[in-house]
Nanobody, 122 residues
Framework: QVQLVESGGGSVQAGGSLRLSCAAS??????MGWFRQAPGKEREGIAC???????LYRESVKGRFIISKDNAVNALSLQMNSLKPEDTAMYYC??????????????????WGQGTQVTVSS
């Protein structure tokens, strides 16, 4: 059974840090990513990593967020530093099978987690 389970969300003040984790099971994924959706907005890709550990970031999170994965345990992480109120959103883990690269597009990914809420106060 394919399953992605996020954890690590919470509330933090601006300037703070959070680390999100995604436990993946059921398959070996070649590309994984983090997406977020704020109220009233579309879901957007913020970071992804491919099977060669090449990464891609949304411009707004470059230099603040770091995506990483542990292939041994099929886990994905997102270290979020210098958080801003505009980072407030539901964060989702996503995974694709068979791709050699990654992109920040919703349609690229086959599987999704249930999401974890991140709230940043000013």
């Amino acid at each position: 059974q394919v399953q992605l389970v996020e954890s690590g969300g919470g509330s933090v003040q601006a300037g703070g840090s959070l680390r999100l984790s995604c436990a993946a099971s059921g398959h070996t994924y070649t590309s994984m990513g983090w997406f977020r959706q704020a109220p009233g907005k579309e879901r957007e890709g913020i970071a992804c990593i491919d099977r060669d550990d090449d990464t891609l970031y949304r411009e707004s999170v470059k230099g603040r967020f770091i995506i990483s994965k542990d292939n041994a345990v099929n886990a994905l992480s997102l270290q979020m530093n210098s958080l801003k109120p505009e980072d407030t959103a539901m964060y989702y883990c996503a995974a694709a099978i068979g791709a050699r690269f990654c992109v920040l597009s919703n349609s690229f990914y086959n599987y999704w987690g249930q999401g974890t809420q991140v709230t940043v106060s000013s």
